[in-house]
């Protein structure tokens, strides 16, 4: 078996895979999501020394927060995603109307009774199952979600590292901030963003949300939760 065109495939379905979705996250360093992609120079790797070498980025300072991306991650932000949105208030609302149907109706079976019972049962049981199986499907083709990802939270901007490349953004090109189930979600656009879990915020988990709201705020990002921006009460836009 040919090792190099099997991994080319797989990265190739991983892209395809992304592409399909309206509004997935890819958290780690990419050109599409933070902008240039520094190398950090500390890869380990022998580099011939020139006079016409690029220095070594500055690295920033500030509150940090390492992510172990996992099936988790990703199936968390899915639920997030879906229902929260129009769609998925839509689908829970028809769910419960079907299962109090159901409850309501005869105790002999029907087909009817059973649509009523799969109706109810579609956005409360099947579509999580699905989404899990789709995020573990996500996970399992893309080997950069296996790689841990390190989030700074400076004053200067947000820098995100993996391995050896670094990314950095301004806070006035944050394009929205969400929290929920478990997981804060850092947007750069309407369609992409990275997932930071709960629990990878660890003991600076204040002092991250602080630089956050901070950073955001000065910088007149708009779609911010206000528990969030709560973080950053005294702080004024600057734009």
């Known amino acids: 078996m040919d090792t190099k065109k099997t991994e080319q495939k797989i990265m190739t379905d991983a892209e395809g895979y992304l592409q399909d979705e309206p509004e ?5 360093p990419n050109e599409e999501l933070w902008g240039p992609v520094e190398e950090s120079g500390d ?20 509150p940090e927060a390492t992510v172990h991306m996992s099936i988790g991650h990703l199936f968390r932000y899915q ?9 998925g208030w839509v689908g829970i609302a028809l769910s419960v109307l079907c299962l109090i149907t159901f409850f309501c109706m005869p105790a002999e079976v029907t087909v009817t009774k059973i649509l009523f019972l799969v109706g109810g049962l579609f956005f409360t049981v099947l579509n999580p199952l699905y989404l899990w199986l789709k995020s573990a499907q996500l996970y399992g083709l893309n080997p950069v979600f296996k790689k841990p990802i390190t989030y700074t939270f ?3 901007g947000l820098q995100v590292c993996q391995e050896s490349q670094v990314q950095r953004v301004d806070w006035k090109q944050i394009y929205r901030v969400r929290k ?9 656009n309407a369609r992409m963003g990275s997932v930071i879990g709960d629990r990878d915020l660890g003991e600076q988990k204040e002092e991250i949300m602080t630089a956050l709201a901070t950073g955001c705020v000065r910088a007149g990002v708009k779609r911010i939760p206000k528990s969030i921006a709560g973080y950053a009460a005294d702080v004024t836009s600057e734009t």
């Not at 929920?180 to 850092?186: E, P, Q, Y």
């Open 79 to 87: 639920l997030m995603h879906f229902y929260t949105s129009i769609q």
């Open 24 to 28: 997935m996250v890819y958290g780690p």
């Open 43 to 62: 890869s380990g790797e022998e580099v011939e020394e020139s006079e016409e070498s690029e220095e070594e980025p500055e690295l920033l300072e500030g």
């Open 180 to 188: 929920g189930l478990g997981v804060l979600v850092i947007y750069t």
């Open 154 to 156: 400076a004053e200067e």
